[in-house]
């Protein structure tokens, strides 16, 4: 009905309030009472103009009827089909029958962060975070510490002030916590930073961890978006250095390993200020973040290689103990969890590192109580044949979020860690397969040809972010493409890789007042720049 009302109402507002009925047959005698004066020319027009208007009228009526008719059946077909799915069977999920939380109890001291893992399981032991549950993060007194970022469900918690509480994650009514005992505050560091006098880079310890990279000499010298890549190292460190360390937590500036960035451009350029500002951050990331958290870092900041060769170059043994520690963390957190590709990269370097400098592995003591490792070749060996089982047929990976989406920047840290693992512990052939299909993979689903860039990710997931163009983020990813050039030959990697660059300098997003940005373009992609020589 409501479909014929236009038409009503143009019927009956367009042409006034009479009534104009049809023409009546030739020879029909007028109505008593009517009028029977002889029309006029102009009157025979005008009744003619009303009656074509009539008739135009009934015909658009007559057309929305018959669609009207039509909707009706399509609709019809639509009900039957609806009640056809309300009727059919729903795939039943199992209930969430148990939450885990660990460790168990967390001591920091007040303004630094700790990080807990957290599951959801069924009664028959599967993870039952897939599909998506309703999860709630709570604490008992927001005093004391709360949950940093809820909605992300991360598992870091922000210290607030001297206590002890307890915070809770809950799901279906089961409910699993931590007990949270924040400490006073630790003085500020007063301890300089180290300086040493300009001496010849140790370039076997950092070749030996960062390694391989090019000279900047011969890096402009590679032409195309590397003049400009190797221009925007000084370029932008020097708008970030002034006030980089006193603006920035340790954790946000070092973010990808800036100290490793540093090292190596101190290599490159043979100017001892790079060594310098390696050791400062390094050292800086070590005390006020590593040391200050008890080595409960987050999952996602385990940096280890600027330790690693911060050790080596200066015989600082406590460098060579938080790398130690920092794969004790690993080997537990990697088997407690489901990691996604981003832990599996971190865990898988913090190994094969540990190995690289001899580390010790002796543990992590309380609140943590985390037992050694072990003997690091068994844990990579171990921590590998775990990683590349999870790999998909199609070369994709399953842990990117929302349901698996793909995360092109995750699986390129795995990627280059997988790269580390055959480059500086073990030749596994399994290495190139699997890089290969990957990169593959990554560049047939989600490279940008427009924009030079990767998705950010694979769809639209909330909280995470959508599948729009990340060039800033390819210098994470290039290595493999590049390092592909270097094992096969095949010079279609060479471009794709040439191609990253290009999309990361062009986007100038290393400018950026976030040191982070900075740190993606820098932190290893100098390896892949190498790999790329002809």
Known sequence: MRLILPFLFFFSSGLGAQVLPRALPSGTPAP??????????????????????????????????????????????????????????????????????????????????????????????????????????????????????????????????????????????????VTVTVTAPLPPDTTPPIILPPITLDTGAVWKIAGPYLSSTDQKAMGGPFVEYDAQFARYDTLHWPSMITAWTPDAYNYYDRGVSYYVRGEQTKNPVYRFRGDSVTRDFRKRYIEANN???????????????????????????????????????FNATAPDERIAAYTLRAFVVANQIKAPSVGIGAPMGLPPAGDWPTVARAAFN?????????????????????????????????????ENFEKDARVITSVKKTADYLWANDWLLASNAFKYIGGTCEGEGGPGPAPILNPLIVNGYAWLFKVTGDSTYRTRAIAMYKGAVDSGEAGNSNPKMFNQLFSSSYRGVYWLRK
């Open 32 to 177: 008593r009472g009517a009028t029977t004066a002889a029309p006029t020319n102009r009157d025979t027009v005008h009744a003619r103009e009303q009656q074509a208007t009539i008739d135009t009228i009934f015909r658009s009526y007559r057309t929305y009827i018959n669609r009207n008719a039509t909707l009706k059946r399509l609709l019809t077909k639509l009900s039957v089909a609806e009640t056809a799915l309300v009727k059919a069977p729903v795939p039943t999920v199992a209930p969430v029958a148990s939450v885990i939380v660990g460790p168990p109890t967390v001591t920091i001291p007040m303004g630094a962060f700790a990080t807990v893992s957290w599951e959801l399981r069924t009664a028959a032991g599967v993870d039952a975070y897939p599909p998506p549950r309703v999860v709630t993060w709570t604490t008992e007194n927001a005093a004391v510490a709360t949950w940093a970022n809820p909605t992300a469900g991360d598992g870091r918690i922000r210290s607030a002030g001297v206590g002890v509480t307890k915070l809770w994650v809950t799901s279906e009514g089961k409910t699993a916590g």
């Open 295 to 333: 080595y409960a870092i987050a999952s996602w900041e385990g940096f280890v290689e600027g330790l690693a060769i911060h050790s080596l170059l200066t015989g600082d043994t406590a460098s060579r103990k938080a790398v130690g520690k920092m794969g004790d963390y690993y080997q537990w957190f």
């Open 386 to 422: 775990k990683i590349i089982l999870r790999q998909r047929a199609d070369g994709g990976w399953p842990g990117g979020p929302c349901g698996g989406m793909d995360h092109p920047f995750t699986a390129g840290l795995l990627m280059d860690a997988m790269i580390r693992y055959y």
